[in-house]
């Protein structure tokens, strides 16, 4: 139910990016707004399992590979190692704070940007490595996008996690039964 | 039997490694057919391109209203007492203006369309560059589904746009001349020289580079490029100008990079060639199919 709904705000943020042009009075980079919720699933180890991370990078880049007309797989291979690179992070780094935030995104988005970039050329040789000269321009623009995403996607995760769906759930039963039920 | 904790890590160990799997046997299938889509895909992008379509139209009418808020604001700063009156004039002066630079594109679009021999369908432009490191955008075509085909050409009134690399439904995904995947037969009208036109990775801009022109030809800074009329693509298209001259001292050829006359950051409608133009070079119609509503394609 989470991840289901996890991706349905992913594919909304995939959409909002195929648009975002229309606004940018620069008509080349896009924030990769996909990234940072595939960013934030990994870095919330203690809400998301390894496999649910790893599942939603995978669904996120496959959506995205179809949104962006980009070859099928790349990514959906590159968000897998992105989600399981930031889990893997995640437990050595606590990432609070607007600076360290948009910091976080920065830095996945020039990782994500080169790791894109290798597998595009192992598939199409004839495009070489070229294109990271952009990635810095993207960084910036994710980054600063990347505090209030996050935060956004911190809100919505809170919402519908499991456990407080769960006392939100007693509480409405106990309500209903006119038992009610002490505050938390 | 595995305690608890032991098979909940095995199971996360095999999911992952699962993705990982299905992720590489995308990639593969991907490097040998770029063009194919599951019917996973296909059902995807039918759920999707409508709403696709629909943020591309919202996008569209906020950044219109974004620009009216912009004209008017800059008008109270001048004068506060003609405020009201000149925003309104203004703005309508801009719709008007939209209105009229959107007649003129349609009316440049349809005196291309009879300009050009080929049969062509209208297609309106709902996502661009989504990815920085691939060069694709995607249009939505009101009739005609199912008559385009992968490689048929796409242009417009300012020039060549670039070839369907997969089609979807009514939706289709147009590989731009700037991709460096793509490969466009293009000529130097001034020379005669004929060349392969590419686009250029690592770009900021969008820039293409004709590869293969023989050094004889000498191409110069300014030199209109148009198409040579093979590969399906109307003779004489404007396809840019030379911009920059690279030339290999070592071997036969030279590479000139290309700025091309489409403004892809602000493509809107395209036309797709669905059939031929008769008059073309025999190449461009090797493979004709006849299609079910009457039309000659090709692949």
Redo the contacts between chains.
């Keep these: 139910m989470r991840s289901l709904a996890t991706l349905v705000v992913g594919?909304l943020l995939?959409?909002?990016?195929?648009?975002?042009?229309?606004?940018a009075p620069v008509?080349?980079?896009?924030p990769s707004l996909g990234l940072l919720m595939v960013v934030y699933v990994g870095m919330a180890p203690l809400k998301w399992?390894?496999?649910s991370a790893?599942?939603v990078?995978?669904c996120m880049?496959?959506?995205?590979?179809?949104?962006?007309?980009?070859?099928?797989?790349?990514?959906?291979?590159v968000f897998?190692a992105m989600a399981?690179t930031a889990r893997a992070v995640a437990w050595r780094l606590a990432v609070r704070g607007l600076v360290l935030k948009a910091a976080t995104a920065f830095v996945a988005s020039l990782v994500a940007?080169f790791l894109?970039?290798v597998?595009?050329a192992?598939?199409?040789p004839?495009?070489?490595?070229?294109?990271?000269?952009?990635a810095p321009?993207?960084g910036l623009l994710t980054a600063a996008l990347g505090p209030p995403v996050l935060w956004l996607l911190a809100r919505l995760d809170g919402r519908l996690d499991p456990a407080l769906l769960r006392v939100g759930l007693a509480r409405r039963r106990a309500r209903a039964l006119g038992q009610g039920m002490p505050q938390r | 039997m595995f305690p608890t904790g032991h098979r909940q890590k095995v199971r996360e160990v095999v999911i992952v490694a699962a993705a990982f799997v299905v992720s590489l046997f995308l990639l593969r299938q991907s490097a040998r057919s770029p063009e194919y889509l599951s019917p996973l895909d296909r059902g995807i992008l039918t759920l999707v391109s409508p709403v696709q379509s629909a943020f591309a139209t919202l996008a569209r009418s906020l950044g219109r209203f974004a620009g009216r808020y912009v004209d008017l604001v800059h008008v109270r700063a001048e004068n506060e007492g003609l405020r009201i009156e000149n925003g309104r004039l203004r703005s309508e002066l801009l719709q008007a203006k939209r209105d009229a630079a959107e007649s003129v594109r349609y009316q440049h679009l349809l005196g291309l369309r009879d300009a050009v021999t080929a049969e062509t369908l209208v297609a309106r432009v709902i996502a661009i560059d989504v990815s920085p490191y691939f060069r694709v955008a995607r249009i939505q075509l009101d009739r005609g589904e199912g008559l385009v085909q992968r490689g048929m050409p796409v242009i417009t009134s300012e020039g060549v746009v670039g070839r369907i690399n997969r089609t979807s439904g009514e939706t289709s995904d147009i590989l731009l001349a700037v991709d460096p995947r793509s490969a466009i037969d293009v000529v130097l009208p001034r020379t005669g020289g004929r060349g392969i036109l590419k686009g250029k990775p690592g770009e900021n801009g969008y820039r293409c580079a004709i590869e293969y022109l023989m050094q004889g030809e000498q191409a110069r800074d300014g030199d209109v490029v148009a198409t040579s009329g093979l590969g399906g693509f109307p003779r004489d298209l404007p396809v840019g100008r030379v911009s920059k001259l690279v030339k290999n001292s070592a071997g036969l050829t030279q590479d000139i990079e290309v700025t091309p006359d489409v403004d892809f950051g602000r493509l809107s409608e395209v036309l797709v060639v669905v059939a031929p133009p008769p008059s073309a070079d025999p190449e461009a119609g090797k493979k004709p199919l006849q299609s079910s509503h009457g039309l000659t394609v090709y692949r």
């Design positions: 594919l995939l959409l909002l990016q195929s648009t975002v042009m229309e606004f008509h080349l980079v896009t399992t390894p496999s790893a599942l990078g995978f880049g496959y959506l995205f590979d179809l949104v962006s007309g980009a070859p099928r797989g790349v990514h959906a291979f897998l399981l940007a894109i970039v597998v595009r192992q598939i199409s004839e495009t070489g490595y070229g294109g990271l000269r952009q321009l993207e």
